[in-house]
């Protein structure tokens, strides 16, 4: 029934230490989004796929890198975790860049 | 710069009134906006949107209200029940330019008993 996975739900990690958080979807949408939260903040937009076209937001450092092996899989990988790293990753589809997005339950990142 | 701007933090309500939410923007260029709802541990859900050529949209207890000339929009949730504390989020995007969604800081909403 889930559309949006997010694996795991919490991870920790060590300060430095890289960090793979995944996302899987059901939907066959041609968009992947990730976004990091951080308390009593908006969500704010780290990249996305169209399909297999990487977008990176100007100001997302280099430290967050993103792989999208096929339509249903999009990863996004934190090469070398700050504590200012931690937060609530969300992971969000949708059909186009224009429709409503579709948002997975968050993988919560503590670091340590 | 903020171009999503939700100004309550956070809103108590009493079981059975009306909510209202409020969004304010500052990008004459969005034409479609959204409301998601999102309870702890959880990941935003859509709740309902509305475009720019409309100033009112309901679905069900959801009302959502545009006033372009003010850049400014509002959810109403009535009558409002305890399934409906959650952080509400405002979005807005420019779909004639293909933009993506901007979030507001959102606004916590609780319903008293």
């Known amino acids: 029934d889930a559309m949006v996975i997010q694996n795991p739900r919490y991870q920790v990690t060590q300060f430095g230490k890289p960090v793979t958080l995944s996302c899987s979807q059901t939907?066959?949408?041609?968009?992947m989004y990730w976004y990091q939260q951080k308390s009593s903040q908006a969500p704010k937009l780290l990249f996305h796929?169209?399909?297999?076209?990487?977008?990176n937001e100007a100001d997302t450092p280099d430290n967050f890198q993103s792989r999208r092996p096929n339509t249903s899989f999009c990863f996004l990988d934190i090469r070398s975790p700050g504590l200012g790293d931690a937060a609530m990753y969300l992971c969000?589809?949708?059909?186009?860049?224009?429709?409503?997005?579709?948002f997975g339950p968050g993988t919560r990142l503590t670091v340590l | 710069d903020q171009q999503v701007k939700q100004n309550s933090p956070s809103l108590s309500v009493q079981e059975g009134r009306i909510s209202i939410l409020n969004c304010d923007y500052t990008?004459?260029?969005?034409?479609?906006f959204l409301w998601y709802k999102k309870y702890p541990a959880e990941g935003p859900t859509f709740l309902i949107s509305?475009?720019?050529?409309?100033d009112k949209n309901e679905d069900g207890r959801f009302t959502v209200f545009l006033n372009k000339s003010a850049k400014h929009l509002s959810l109403h949730i009535v009558p409002s029940q305890p399934g409906d504390s959650a952080v509400y989020f405002c979005?807005?995007?420019?779909?004639?330019?293909?933009?993506?969604?901007?979030f507001g800081k959102g606004t916590r909403l609780h319903i008293l008993p």
């Open positions: 969000a589809t949708s059909r186009d860049l224009i429709n409503t997005q579709y």
């Open positions: 939907l066959n949408h041609n968009v």
């Open positions: 796929y169209y399909d297999k076209d990487f977008n």
């Open positions: 990008n004459s260029m969005f034409d479609y």
């Open positions: 509305i475009s720019s050529i409309k």
């Open positions: 979005a807005a995007s420019a779909l004639n330019r293909d933009d993506k969604i901007i």
